[in-house]
C-alpha cells in the first residue's frame, strides 16, 4: 500500500477524518490530524487516536504543520481555499479528500449519487437493490450518509458493490473518484455561500461522473434543465430517468407505472400507489435507484419486490405520532427551500409548520408562496427566524399566523401543540441547517421526536 513510511496530514475532524487517520495509521503511516477548532469544542472521543499513535493538532494551523508531509487528505468540512490547503498545493504535495482515499482501497464498483435533494433516501434505497446482487455482507453503504466511505471500501473488498452518497463538499478535494454507475438527482440552488455560486455549485456535483469512460453509465434527471444538459459533457453512456415525460429509452412513469425502457425491453415495475415512500418527491427518488439498481445488474422483479417495501429514511417526512388526532411529521432532514417545498407539496393544506435555523441565504419566494396555500400556522426558529418572518409576510401570510420559538424547539413544540386541531398535520420542515442550534439535522430531528413523544 502507497501510505508505507510516509507522512499524513488529515485537515478536519469527524466521520472522514477520523477514518483517514485510522486507515493511515494501518497501513504504515505517520499521521497527524489537524483541526482549527479546540478539542474541548469537538464533540469526539480522540482515545482511539491517540492509541494507534495518531498525533493530534488544535487550534490555529500553521504552515509548519505541512513540513515532511506526503499527502494532505481533506475533510469535507474543509474548504480548499483555506490557507493551509493554498500552502500545500503550492508546496506540490498531493491534496485529495477522504472520496479519493476510498477509490484507492477499492476492490469492488461503486454506485454513487449526488444531488441538492433526495440523496439519502436514493442511496439507502439503493444499498437494499444492490443486496439482491451481492448479499448484505458484501453491499456496502456510505459516503456522505454518516458512513465513511473509505472504511466501506476496505470492508467490503472484492466481490461486492458500494452505494456512495456524495455531496458537493467532498467533490472539491476530489480527482480520481471513479464510480461505474453515477446519478445526478437534480440541482438547486443550495451551498451557494461555500463554493460562491450556482455555477461553481454545479460544477462540483458533474464532478461525480469526470471519470467515467464509455463502459460505465451516468443516471440523469431528464425533468431538471440542470441535470439534463449534463448529458453533453460526460463520456459515460447516459440512461435519463423522468416523473413527467415518456421516454424512447430510459426510466420514466406511464399511466402512474414505474417503468424500465432499456435496450429494447420494456419492464413494468409498480404502480405509484403501490411504492413503500410517498410523495412526488420519492417518486424520482424511485425512478433514480431503480435506474442505477438495473444498470449495476439488479433484476427488475427484485427491483419491483424492494420498491414495495422500502420504508423511508428517518428525518425525511417521517411520520411518527399522532397526538389528539393530528398526526406529526418529521422533516428535519429539510435543510433548503428546495427540499421543504417537496414536503410542502406531499400535504395538501392544514399544516403548522415548524421552520427556520442556521440560515443558508437562498430566496425564499417560492417557498412562502406554497406555505401561503397551504400552511395555518408557522413557527419560526433560530438564525432565520427574522428574515423568514419577512419573507412570509411580504407573500401575505398574516402575523397572527405567524409565531416564533427563538432558538427553543421546546417552545416551537409547545405553541404548535397548543394550535394543533384535526384535520391539521404539525410538520417540522426548516429550510434550514441546524447548526445555530444542534450538531446535525439529525439531532434535531430526534429532539423534536422526543418532544412530542412526551406530550403524548
Known amino acids: 500500500m502507497e501510505f508505507y513510511c510516509k507522512k499524513m496530514l488529515v485537515v478536519g475532524a469527524g466521520i472522514s477524518g477520523f477514518a483517514a487517520a485510522k486507515l493511515g495509521r494501518r497501513f504504515g503511516a505517520a499521521v497527524t490530524l489537524s483541526d482549527v477548532q479546540p478539542e474541548q469544542e469537538l464533540k469526539y472521543d480522540f482515545k482511539e487516536l491517540r492509541d494507534i499513535k495518531v498525533e493530534l493538532v488544535f487550534g490555529p494551523q500553521e504552515n509548519s504543520l505541512l513540513d515532511g508531509v506526503d499527502l494532505v487528505v481533506v475533510s469535507p468540512a474543509v474548504p480548499m481555499r483555506i490557507p493551509l490547503i493554498k500552502e500545500a498545493l503550492q508546496r506540490n504535495i498531493s491534496v485529495i479528500s ?100 450556482m455555477e461553481v455549485y454545479q460544477q462540483m456535483k458533474e464532478r461525480i ?103 423511508g ?35 395538501p393544506d392544514h399544516i403548522i409548520l415548524l421552520a ?13 408562496k406554497l406555505a401561503k396555500e397551504r400552511v395555518d400556522e408557522l413557527i419560526l426558529l433560530g438564525d432565520a427566524a427574522e428574515r423568514f418572518h419577512k419573507a412570509a409576510v411580504m407573500q401575505g401570510i398574516s402575523e397572527d399566523h405567524i409565531h416564533e420559538a427563538g432558538y427553543s424547539m421546546e417552545k416551537a413544540v409547545e405553541i404548535a401543540h397548543g394550535l394543533a386541531h384535526e384535520p391539521q398535520v404539525v410538520l417540522l420542515s426548516p429550510a434550514c441547517a441546524s447548526f445555530d442550534m444542534y450538531d446535525g439535522m439529525a439531532q434535531r430531528g430526534r429532539h423534536f421526536k422526543k418532544l412530542v413523544q412526551s406530550i403524548k
Open 356 to 368: 427556520g435555523g442556521d440560515d443558508k441565504m437562498t430566496d425564499l419566494t417560492d417557498f412562502m
Open 313 to 347: 429514511v428517518e428525518h425525511r417526512i417521517e411520520y411518527f405520532a399522532t397526538v389528539n388526532n393530528v398526526p406529526y411529521y418529521n422533516d428535519s432532514k429539510a435543510t433548503n427551500t428546495d427540499s421543504a417545498i417537496k414536503a410542502l407539496e406531499t400535504f
Open 98 to 197: 477522504e472520496v479519493d482515499l476510498a477509490q484507492k482501497l477499492a476492490a469492488s464498483p461503486f454506485f454513487a449519487v449526488t444531488g441538492t435533494n433526495g440523496k439519502t433516501t436514493t442511496v439507502t434505497l439503493l444499498g437494499q437493490l444492490l443486496e439482491t446482487i451481492y448479499g448484505k455482507e458484501k453491499t456496502g453503504v456510505g459516503g456522505n450518509i454518516g458512513v465513511s466511505l473509505s472504511e466501506e471500501a476496505l470492508r467490503i473488498g472484492e466481490g461486492g458493490g458500494i452505494a456512495a452518497e456524495i455531496s458537493s463538499y467532498q467533490m472539491e478535494a476530489t480527482s480520481d473518484f471513479h464510480p461505474h454507475v453515477s446519478a445526478v438527482l437534480n440541482v438547486t440552488p443550495d451551498h451557494i455561500v461555500r463554493h460562491g455560486s
Open 209 to 311: 461522473f469526470q471519470n467515467e469512460t464509455a463502459d460505465d453509465f451516468l443516471v440523469l434527471n431528464y425533468d431538471d434543465e440542470h441535470t439534463r444538459s449534463m448529458a453533453e459533457r460526460t463520456k459515460s453512456q447516459v440512461c435519463f430517468f423522468s416523473r413527467k415525460t415518456i421516454l424512447e429509452k430510459g426510466v420514466y412513469l406511464q399511466n402512474d407505472i414505474l417503468v424500465i425502457n432499456w435496450d429494447g425491453t420494456k419492464h413494468e415495475l409498480c404502480k405509484v400507489k403501490e411504492l413503500g415512500i410517498k410523495g412526488n418527491h420519492n417518486v424520482e427518488n424511485a425512478l433514480a435507484a431503480s435506474a442505477v439498481a438495473f444498470l449495476a445488474g439488479c433484476k427488475p422483479e427484485q427491483i419491483t419486490k424492494v420498491l414495495k417495501q422500502f420504508p
